[in-house]
């Protein structure tokens, strides 16, 4: 088992930046793969960015390039840095994880075993 706590979000305007944290616990966290969904209101969960336990990065089109996942192991701890934020990024954040196995498609939110609660992150435009 796998527990995620997700932290970060706020409000913000069009432009700035945010860092979400997801701390995870519960169980071996460095081969995990993990994730950044988000879902706005009235739309489906969407996929952000991924990555891999060898660190093996994936990004959803609309975030390439302002967005970037990361992960400290020490720390049990994946990032996802937010930049040039528009108002269209505007949602629910969550972190996901996915136990160490066979290949899986990244933006699928079914090929993920575990999710924490989400944080809010609005911007302003």
């Known amino acids: 088992q796998v527990q995620l706590v997700e932290s970060g979000g706020g409000l913000v305007q069009a432009g700035g930046s945010l860092r979400l944290s997801c701390a995870a616990s519960?169980?071996?966290?460095?081969?995990?793969?993990m994730g950044w969904f988000r879902q706005a209101p009235g739309k489906e969960r969407e996929f952000v960015a991924a990555?891999?336990?060898?660190?093996?990065?994936y990004y959803a089109d609309s975030v390439k390039g302002r967005f970037a996942i990361s992960r400290d192991n020490a720390k049990n701890t994946v990032f996802l840095q937010m930049n040039s934020l528009k108002p269209e990024d505007t949602a629910v954040y969550y972190c996901?994880?996915?136990?160490?196995?066979?290949?899986?498609?990244?933006?699928?939110?079914?090929?993920?075993?575990?999710w924490g609660q989400g944080t809010q992150v609005t911007v302003s435009s």
């Open positions: 996901a994880a996915r136990r160490p196995g066979s290949s899986y498609v990244v933006s699928e939110r079914l090929e993920f075993d575990y």
């Open positions: 519960g169980d071996t966290f460095t081969r995990y793969n």
């Open positions: 990555i891999s336990g060898s660190a093996i990065r």
